[in-house]
């Protein structure tokens, strides 16, 4: 720590501002904060034990990535995503994965195959709980994409998980679509096998903008029934 830092205790609120940012966006993934819900910066600031001014700049930084509107007289509101942005945040998935597996491709040995495979296995396993399924279907795109070394691509990536994230787990709670996680992953696997790279890129994309269509069903207004 320098001397600036101890004198004006900046090191101390960065941290508590951390602290509380992880708090809240976990929560908001999670599913325990949804869409519309009001955050209350004085009791999230007596759950995670520090004062409400990291609270409150977590709110801020939550705001930007689009997690969370900063409404007059409301204070921070979880945000719910439209039809048009699910989109725009699944294209941008699509094209930002793909591009990180095709980076990634060169390096790709066995050994981070049988680590996908086994996400996959778990995933496999974990079909009839949501939560536990969508957190290893993270792990899964987030492992592969890391694998490109590229630790501003995957901000931007982690960024975007993280925003849809809570849409998932509801989307699938309410759906009668099957996870299938093995015939939904399985030819990724393939295509890291076979190559080459722009057909892994090529791959990723299609398999986040296959997830599109159903999600617009889904997000679609219930059409009113006839009398």
Same mark, same amino acid.
């Given at each position: ?49 520090? +004062?409400?001014?990291? #609270?409150? !700049?977590?709110?801020? @930084? =939550?705001?930007? $990535? ?7 007289? %409301? ?83 982690? +960024?975007?998980?993280? #925003?849809? !994230?809570?849409?998932? @787990? =509801?989307?699938? $709670? ?7 996680? %093995? ?45």
């Amino acid at each position: 720590m320098t001397d600036i830092h101890r004198l004006t205790g900046l090191t101390a609120s960065f941290t508590a501002e951390e602290e509380a940012y992880g708090h809240i966006i976990q929560r908001i993934r999670s599913g325990k904060y949804r869409a519309g819900d009001r955050l209350i910066p004085e009791e999230i600031a007596t759950e995670i034990g520090t +004062s409400r001014m990291p #609270v409150r !700049e977590a709110f801020r @930084r =939550l705001a930007t $990535e689009g997690l969370v509107d900063i409404r007059p007289h %409301r204070g921070a509101v979880v945000r719910k995503l439209s039809t048009a942005e699910m989109v725009e945040v699944f294209q941008m998935r699509a094209v930002l994965e793909g591009l990180a597996a095709r980076v990634a491709f060169p390096t790709i040995e066995e050994k981070h195959i049988a680590v996908l495979d086994d996400l996959i296995r778990q995933m496999e396993l974990a079909e009839d709980d949501v939560q536990e399924w969508v957190s290893l279907h993270r792990q899964f795109h987030e492992y592969l994409c890391s694998l490109s070394h590229n630790p501003r691509l995957m901000r931007q990536i982690s +960024s975007l998980h993280s #925003v849809v !994230e809570p849409h998932m @787990r =509801l989307w699938l $709670e309410k759906s009668d679509r099957p996870n299938r996680s %093995r015939s939904a992953h399985g030819y990724i696997i393939e295509a890291l096998r076979a190559g080459p790279a722009e057909e892994v890129e090529k791959v990723l994309r299609q398999h986040a903008e296959r997830t599109i269509a159903s999600l617009e069903k889904f997000m679609a207004p219930a059409s009113p029934k006839k009398a």
